[in-house]
Structure formats: C-alpha cells, structure tokens
C-alpha cells in the first residue's frame, strides 16, 4: 500500500471566540483555514479532491521539539478552505498555537 501524505506550512493562526482562523501554503498556493470544535462532527475538508478513496484521514499538526497533535478525521468533501473539526486539535492549539507550523494529511 502507498502511503501520501500532503502538507501544509502554517503561515499564520490566530484564535477567534472559540475557533481557529489563519492561512496556510501548500505547493506554493495559498489557502485559507479554519479550525473549530465538532459542533457538526468531525470534519475534514481541503480546497481539492485527495486522490485516493480511504474515508478517514490522520490530520497531525507538527512543530519543533517533537510537538505534535493528530486526529483521525473523515474526508467531508472540498470546500473553498482547509476546514478542520476536532475537539482533540482545537483544545490543544488553545495551548500550543504558536509553537506548531506544519500540517500534514496522511493516508497510512
């Protein structure tokens, strides 16, 4: 099985309320990204289709000193941002926002 895994460089994250709002680059484009809590489930949607058919993806948020965050979310479709529903990453950004610059989708 071939494993891909697409990533995103954090170029800027900022809390809102009781989300996250920012942008993120990937291959040279620029997307924009919001990170929330799972009001409607967990959510993953990216501003293109993943090239494979596997329904769940791990999201891991990455920075330096092995600091990391990941969850297991279901593919939701595209939508215009990088769109990210997870209890377990919302509440870690709340404490770590700034310390974590990379986000990788993996198909493993």
């Known amino acids: 099985m071939k494993v891909f ?13 009781s989300y996250f709002f920012g942008d993120v ?5 620029k997307y924009k990204i919001n990170i929330q809590n799972q009001k409607r489930g967990k ?3 990216l501003p293109f289709e993943i090239g494979t058919k596997k329904n769940h993806y791990i999201v891991r948020f990455s920075g ?5 965050v990941e969850d297991l979310l279901p593919f939701c479709g595209q939508s215009e941002w990088v769109e990210i529903d997870s209890d377990i990453i919302t509440y870690y ?3 770590h926002q700034d310390q974590l610059d990379t986000i990788e989708i993996v198909d493993e």
């Open 93 to 95: 950004l709340a404490d």
């Open 25 to 29: 680059e990937f291959r040279n484009d």
């Open 64 to 68: 330096q000193g092995d600091l990391f």
């Open 43 to 45: 959510v993953l949607k």
């Open 5 to 17: 895994v697409i990533s995103f460089k954090i170029q800027k994250l900022d809390i809102s309320q």
